[in-house]
Structures are given as C-alpha cells and as structure tokens.
C-alpha cells in the first residue's frame, strides 16, 4: 500500500478539510479560462485519428512544487521564463479513433469544482468534431483524480452512456475500497468522494486493467505509481509510430524535466512519484519516443532529451 499521507498537501498549503474549502479557494484564485471555446488539435498517428481536446487552465501556483532547494526551483522556472505567480497548466484530454472505436483518455474536470471555473469543455470539443457523448465508445482513466474523471458524470448520470470504462486495477481498488479511504486523511476525502461519484455510473461497464493490459488493439496500459497509487501510462502502437501518454508524470514540463525530484501537491507518495518521474524521463530519452501529457502545453505533445544527466522538455509544435 502506498505511503499516503498529509505530506505533500501540507507542503502544497493544501491542508483543507471539506470540499467547500476546495470551492472557495479554487474560484478566489482562478486567473484565466478559455471562455468557453473550446481548444482542439487533430492529427493522425500511425494508423489511429488523434485530437487533444483542452477542457481548461488549471491555475496552478509555484507553491505546488516543493521538495528540492526552493531557490533552484525559483532559478529553474526563471530560466525557463515561467512566471512564478502564475503557473498555470492546460487541462489536456485525447480521443483516438479508429475505425473501429473512439476512445477518450480521461474525461477533463467536467462540472466538478476543485480548482474553480473555466473546465468542462470537452463535450463542446467532441461537438466541433461532430460526436456526441454517445459516439464515444470507451474511456481510459489514466487516473481517478477529479480532473482527470470529473467529465465522466453529470448529475449522477454517465455521461458517456455507451462507454466502457477502463482503470488500472490498482487505481480503482485505492480509491473504491472503504479500508483505504479509512486509512486516508481527512483532507483526502473529498477526493474520495468525487473518485467514488464519477466512477458510480460506469460500475456495469468497468474494465479493470492489470500492468502491462491491453485497453485496445495498439493501446497498453502501464502502472506507473506515485502521483496516485495506480497512476498509469498508456502506451500506443499506431504501426508506424508510437506515442507514450505520460498522464500527470509531469506538472509542469520545463521544471518537472530540470528537476525531476520536485515533489507536486497532489502526490499521494512524492518520493514514489518522483521515482516513477526519473525512470520514464530516462527512457524517453533513451528511446526519443513522443510524448503527450495532460499538462504539458496544449496540444501536449513533446520529447524529452537528456544532456549529462540533465533532462529538457523539447515541445513537438505539431505532429
Ligand atoms: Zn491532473
């Protein structure tokens, strides 16, 4: 079982007791939204149609990130021309199709409200592109997070009625099972519950996926634990090319790729996380394979290279 605890939270100022507190700090402090545009990218890979979808900006904060020596931290994002106040990250969510299925990875926040406004824009994405919510035929959580489930659920309903729901087995155990909701502190239950109220709807349609499981034909799911218990990669062959969906490896890509054992907020084991970080930035780098993370910057698509040991966040403009 992992090591949760308060930890990261406190070191993140995210100390907070009730779903409330989550509400009136995230609205107090949004800086930017996408105004309800929705932000799309689509481009093929291999033999797959794929498109990033940005369901919105999550207003992250420099005090997020802790763990190394906070001046190096502050050197680092000047370096790289992040503004410390504002450190803002895209919400980024991908649909592959092909021509036999849609396929959503990760819902967005949806209506959920734990980092305030200006989510939710996946629906008006898959609307530009001429889908419904009922054309999606499965979704692939890369973890249960609520801006990575969110989506799934409105007013209790599934969203996506015809959807099959696929989660590593590990992740879905942690955040379902009353004896680890029971270990965890109280600051957690919140996202205890909104885990449990969008994964509800989808329990006649759930697969549970072990390390190393197909998802779909090209489509593999990897455990890659830390930033949750059973946060997991996914890992697609398109034939021709490959692309490696990093989920929330990374939360912020220039700092994350300088200083790999930067701890983030919501970690449930930092140092678990920070682990998993090194070892997939070292084989990105090793392999030159593309990446695509959740909040990389939109469309989210990258590399990352390695120089005497020093990592750096190459973004792929367009693919
Ligand atoms: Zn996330």
Do not use: C
């Not at 021709?240 to 919501?266: C, K, M, S, W, Y």
């Amino acid at each position: 079982m992992t090591n949760l605890t308060r930890r990261s939270f406190m070191h993140a100022g995210l100390g907070f007791s009730t779903a409330s507190t989550l509400t009136t700090a995230g609205n107090a402090q949004t800086p930017r939204s996408i105004n309800g545009r929705p932000s799309l990218y689509q481009t093929r890979l291999g033999r797959f149609r794929l498109t990033a979808l940005m369901d919105g900006l999550a207003p992250l904060k420099r005090q997020h990130f802790f763990g190394e020596d906070e001046r190096l931290i502050d050197k680092t994002l000047n370096k790289f021309g992040v503004p410390a106040s504002d450190m803002s990250v895209p919400l980024n969510v991908y649909l592959l199709q092909s021509s036999e299925e849609a396929i959503l990875i990760d819902a967005g926040m949806g209506a959920f409200d734990l980092l305030g406004t200006g989510f939710g824009h996946i629906i008006s994405g898959l609307d530009v592109l001429g889908l419904r919510p009922s054309d999606i035929s499965k979704v692939v959580v890369t973890h249960a997070h609520p801006d990575h489930v969110g989506g799934l659920v409105s007013n209790g309903r599934a969203v996506f009625e015809n959807a099959e729901l696929a989660i590593a087995e590990e992740e879905y155990a942690f955040w379902i099972d009353a004896a680890s909701r029971a270990r965890a502190p109280e600051g957690l239950q919140p996202l205890f519950n909104m885990a449990e109220t969008a994964l509800a709807p989808y329990q006649d349609r759930l697969i549970l996926v072990a390390n190393k499981g197909e998802v779909a034909p090209g489509l593999t799911l990897e455990l890659s634990a830390g930033h949750t218990p059973g946060h997991s990669l996914l890992h697609l062959d398109g034939g021709d090319q490959e692309l490696l969906f990093i989920a929330d490896t990374v939360h912020n890509a220039e700092l994350h790729a300088a200083l790999p054992r930067a701890g983030f907020g919501f970690d449930s084991d930092p140092a678990e996380a920070a682990e998993s970080r090194l070892r997939i930035l070292d084989r990105a780098a090793v392999d030159q394979i593309l990446i695509a993370g959740a909040h990389i910057h939109f469309p989210g698509f990258g590399r990352f290279v390695s120089s005497s040991n020093v990592y750096r966040y190459l973004p792929t403009s367009w693919i």
